[in-house]
């Protein structure tokens, strides 16, 4: 980016710190998550990165941590041992189930409230957003406590289903806000349109609304996806033993004992996060090159 | 004509969006089988929205819509089997030109060969036949234009609506696509429900055009007809161009009235849509009916006129007269050599018949 001619000295030293101001936020944004990557192949159990592991020696690096993380502890002798059992696999089942299910339920439901809202006849629609979107603005631990009082009254504690709604609960503000901004472009004489031509209003909201808005509809469910995947405090609140996800397990081994399984657990929830946003993002793409927009 | 040849008709049909304040008042009018029908008017005259609710997009707030003689209030949009071409087009994006045809012919589940077959009659009817396998976005606009017009007829409807269809175009393809309209109309032997604030789109193609304004239908009539017999001073105003006075009767001669103008001269018109002495009423000339130097006694209105401003139009010359104190009366004079020497600043004698001067209501 080529300053213009008429630029003063000033203006020049300002555009240069500002240039560096936004490489220090990058890095701060990402190093942390680069850290843990080679930290993760560490073979001392010790969270920091050894002189050995500096100086690139080979025998300072073992997929140790990642055995352990999948379970297979044959060889692992030393106090991690204690580490070593299932509840990584278990908790990242648990996570998975709890993040589909609560993910699909909050696409359903929030693309369906999107609809509704973005209805001109709909009375009352900015106070049914603003109580839609509330989970995202009113602190997560005030929401937690909420629920843990109320599910505790409702028998919903301490049990799966209780879960799934409460991720929906936070999954589902991300889905009607991506939904509700891709209704904004879309072209409502389309449904007229296939009224005119035949469709029932069933028919033509599959046929026609539905993959013009899908873009908005994957993206609302990946952030849903994400969220429900990592979330701790709700699950701290309200889930019981049976409820252990991954997030929890990290949270449990991180107090309890400081093992590079959870580096290794990081390690591989980064890698996952990345393909997955790389996966949906070309989804997206895809579909927006249908509607006919190219992507910026 | 009997009924039996109506295909559409709007009996008593009042529309209101907020309860209060009607857009279209008491609308009566019948489409014949075969008519290509335009509906004329400003924008919130009302005609759009009668359209939508022949669509069946609006319910109609009071009275009665009927399609081959049943009445459609009731019918869902989607069981109306109405064409209908859409001012933006709404051609679906995700598909391909193709699809966007077919999209009839599923929903009705037509087998896929006879589906085939029709989609690439149509595309072959708009020139398009190549064009099946591209996207909306990659049509220019005038092909997009006519995906839109095979789209509505794919599926064989006998009645099409056309909500501003030409709007987006550029002039010389509005003008080839109205032609296309036209011939497509006259050889399908469809009828036409067209929408369109600009006349001279009415005038080509109709062969009837409704007026709207103000939620009323101020003359429903043949082009020709409009044009030379305006029935009110809005009608006269807003299809074609027309040199207006506004006057007092002074005299009822059954035919014709006389008429004091502002400045006290008197000009006989055609009584058209006027009371009786006394009443206020707008006179209407059009400027092609005007004669500049007309032989002393061959017109009862001979006047003189200043000519201000001559523009060359090449098969006329348009010209700009102070006459009777208005300075904005046009006239057109045909390019012959006997007007060849008009210069402006000329003061001549210009004149008129009764018959070409209409006696219209005192609007606004």
Partial sequence: MALPIYTTPGQRVWHYCYMAFCVFVLFFLVAPLVAVIPLSFTSSPFLNFTPEMLALDPDAFSIRWYKSLFGMCADVEDVASTMCHNKWMTG????????VISTVLATFLGTLAALGLSNEHMPAKRAIMAL?????????????????????????SNTDAGIILAYTILGMPFVVITVTSTLVGFDRSLMRAGANLGGTPTYNFFKIQMPLIAPGMISGALFAFITAFDEIVIILFIGGPQ?????????????????????AAATILVLFSVLLLTTLELLRRRSERLRGITPH | MSNNDHLVRFVDIQKSYDGESLVVKNLNLDVAKGEFLTMLGPSGSGKTTCLMMLAGFEPATHGEIYLNEQPINKVPPHKRGIGMVFQNYALFPHMTVAENLAFPLEVRHMDKSEREQRVNRALDMVQLGAFGDRRPAQLSGGQAQRVAVARSLVFDPDLVLMDE???ALDKNLREQMQYEIKHIHENLGLTVVYVTHDQSEALTMSNRIAVFDDGIIQQCAPPEVLYEEPENAFCANFIGENNRFLGEVK??????????????????????????????????????????????????????????????????????????????????????????????????????????????????
């Fill in chain 2, 165 to 167: 269809p030409l709007g």
């Fill in chain 1, 132 to 156: 839609m979107i509330s989970p995202l603005i009113v602190p997560l631990i005030i929401t937690a406590a909420g629920m843990a009082f109320f599910f505790a009254k409702i028998n919903l």
């Fill in chain 2, 251 to 364: 005299e009822d001669n059954g035919d014709t009235v006389k008429v004091e103008i502002e400045n006290h001269a008197t000009v006989v018109a055609k009584k058209v849509n006027v009371g009786g002495v006394g009443d206020r009423s707008t006179l209407s000339l059009r400027p092609e009916r005007v004669t500049v130097n007309p032989e002393p006694g061959s017109v009862p209105n001979i006047f003189s006129g200043l000519a201000e401003e001559l523009i060359y139009l090449g098969d006329h010359i348009r010209t700009r007269f102070t006459v009777l104190g208005h300075d904005d009366f046009i006239v057109k004079i045909p390019n012959s050599a006997v007007h060849a020497h008009l210069k402006e600043g000329d003061t001549v004698n210009i004149g008129w018949n009764a018959e070409d001067c209409r006696a219209l209501d005192p609007s606004d």
């Fill in chain 1, 92 to 99: 990242a089942g648990r996570s998975l189930y709890y993040a």
């Fill in chain 1, 243 to 263: 409820q252990h996800t991954l997030p929890r397990q990290m949270w449990s081994g991180i107090r309890q004992e400081i093992s590079p399984t959870i580096l």
